[in-house]
């Protein structure tokens, strides 16, 4: 590990990829109208944003690719604004004079199809075929390309919102339904959101959704044809969500309703306050993958009720959340079972220290993304690293005086956001703890003395090493251990007759389980196994999922035999994929050499 750098620029504060700046006006309340156009893919559109004082001063909005046209006083007096030119990362800012006296304005405007929140999907891309789906996806700095705001996770606002679809469309939002009236061809739905949130937590969903009750506090919905197997695959929830507070202290939120999303959807869950989001590719039919369900339920303490200030921050959201989901693993399922998910953690960390390898700058807690993007930058360094470091200072002082701060954090700072240094001088002062803070926080890779991860079953796996397994052996494995023993398989060495023995055995190629089969697939493209790599092609148009996607791509773009075939497949599929799937997938692979040019038309890599 080097030594740690912990000079910041303090010029980036509050945040660096928001136009949000302190002593000026800041969004705290919206009210957001907004009708859903699926000839068009657009969303016509008029928010009331209300501001934390009054005029005159300059306001500067986020926006990314929104057509605005006009802003105006709440009485229909026309406002001055100027929108300016476009950053690659921050978009275009919205300038005007907030009026004396006033702290309220309107912006009327319509969204584009440069929207890099929004994925409209096709009747063909949906699982039931009978309509489109509509839904956002505004993590991390995307809601700016929805709604003009400050689109920072120190602005956190309230809102309420009255969405407009067509008669037979359901619209979903991570706030509480009030109203649903029917209007000639037109149904309106209204929401309110009471408590305050980061904007990156703003979400809107349409399809043609059913939902089915799976607890007192939880509905779920998906499209017909998954919401039997997705209301059975999630039924836990409540069991969850029981254990988490036990660990956080009591939920603030109202209710957790869980929404399946289309195939595309770019990443595992969002923990959306009240409504998650969660991929298709959860449902294994045997619940061995709901730990992201976990995940999502701890993300509405640490991420929803505290937050970091900005992303430069982040470990604070997903480092948090990430121990949160170990501790609760362990008291519904025993300590073997969390352990080995955070062996498999570890896994995923490694491999993005050999990703990062020219970059370890980005292996840091506390981040310096000033003129970085990112959604690029994002690995698993704020989840694992982070969860690592909490783990190592709960065992630092022990769990009788470790829980007690936890639950005592996430009350004192409820609601608001923090810095890292913010979160150093409180945990020194309401923890004796002897642990390296600049070391974890600021310095690259991990310290030399890191938490010991074990349990029976690892040992059992490490016993196994490199040699296929035994049907005797495996036959009562649960998806995590097969998880721990794939993702240590070296793919040096590796011959078709290993992959041959495995697959007559096991199936793997077609496990039901996606996590399982992507690792199988994953260890064939680096071994070079001809049906793997052919089915990994089967596989990347199966799904729009980032876990997945970036490795798989990875490994086929890194291979001189299989680059052309990556290309091909990235071209085919890309339409497909949400915006964001298709910058993050992009930009690693231009890293390997491909110009954009290449994987958005005809010519492929020779």
Known sequence: MNTPNTVIDTSLTPDPHSRLRTNKPRTTHFDWEAAVDFDTSTLRCS????????????????????????????????????????????????????????????????????????????????????????????????????????DSMSAKTTYTAKITVPV???????????????????????????????????????????????????????????????AWEF??????????????????????????????????????????????????????????LIHEIAHH????????????????????????????TEALYGRDLAELRSAIGLLYLEEDFDFLQN??????????????????????????????????????????????????????????SLSTEEFIAYAKSHLDSGIDYEQWLYGEGLPNTIPHIESAALRQIRGIGQSPIQQDVAYNWDASMWTVYLGQLDPDNKTDEFFQDMEVRFDLLNHQNMEIQRLWLLLGVRANYQPAIHASVRFLSSTGRMKYLKPLYDALAANTETQKLAVECYRRNREGYHPIARAVVESRMTRLGFTPEELTTIGTKE
């Open 168 to 230: 037979g469309y359901t619209a979903l939002m991570p706030a509480e339904m009030l109203e649903e009236e029917t209007t000639g061809d037109a149904a309106v739905f209204t929401f309110h959101a009471q408590s305050p949130r980061a904007p990156y937590l703003m979400a809107l969903a349409v399809g043609h959704l059913e939902s089915r009750e799976i607890s007192p506090r939880s509905r779920i919905w998906a499209e017909p044809a998954q919401i039997e197997a997705a």
């Open 359 to 416: 970059r370890m700058e980005l292996s840091r807690l506390r981040m310096n993304l000033r003129d970085r993007d990112p959604d690029s930058t994002s690995t698993w360094v704020a989840h694992e690293k982070g969860s690592i470091f909490i783990r190592a200072l709960e065992e630092s002082v022990g769990r009788e005086r470790f829980d007690p701060f936890f639950k005592a954090f996430f009350r004192d700072f409820a609601f608001g």
């Open 301 to 328: 303490w640490s991420g929803n009720l505290v937050t970091g200030a900005s992303m430069d921050h982040f470990w604070i959201n997903e480092g948090f959340t990430t121990y949160g989901e170990r501790r609760i």
């Open 47 to 150: 928010v009331r944003l209300r501001f934390d004082r009054s005029g005159p001063d300059t306001v500067d909005l986020d926006t990314r690719r929104l057509d605005i046209q006009a802003v105006r006083t709440p009485a229909g007096l026309p406002i001055p604004f100027t929108v300016g030119g476009g950053d690659p990362i921050l978009g275009e800012g919205l300038s005007f004079v907030l009026p004396a006296d006033l702290d309220t304005v309107i912006v009327d405007y319509r969204t584009t199809s440069e929207s890099t929140a929004l994925q409209w999907a096709t009747p063909e891309q949906t699982t039931s075929g009978t309509g489109h789906f509509l839904y956002s996806q505004c993590q991390t700095i995307h809601a700016r390309s929805m709604i003009p705001l400050h």
């Open 235 to 292: 039924a836990e929830v409540e069991t969850m969500l029981a254990a988490a507070e036990e660990l956080y202290g009591p939920y603030q939120w109202g209710r957790m309703d869980l929404l399946i999303m289309p195939q595309s959807y770019p990443y595992g869950g969002l923990e959306n306050p009240g409504l998650v989001f969660l991929t298709p590719t959860l449902i294994a039919g045997d619940r061995s993958l709901t730990d992201v």
